[in-house]
């Protein structure tokens, strides 16, 4: 998948748990690892938004595209 989520780097530059994150968004820790490991078919944008919020960051920080070589 070219689109590469780096919710684990903003977490790691956050010094945030990935349960904490999860509590804060209100939903499940398996379905932020879904999001986390690119194994979701989409994100809402208002997931997104609050994510940005809750890490004090941009929606680029978080998502980065890739091309395939």
């Known amino acids: 998948m070219p689109i590469i989520i780096n919710i684990d780097v903003m977490l790691a530059k956050r ?3 990935s349960k904490e994150l999860a509590e804060k968004l209100g939903i499940t820790p398996v379905n932020l690892s879904i999001l986390k490991t690119g194994k979701a078919k ?3 944008f208002d997931t997104l938004e609050a994510i940005c919020r809750i ?3 941009q929606p680029g920080d978080i ?3 890739r091309e395939h070589p």
């Open 15 to 17: 010094k945030m748990q």
């Open 42 to 44: 989409g994100m809402r």
């Open 55 to 57: 890490l004090e960051c």
């Open 63 to 65: 998502l980065e595209y």
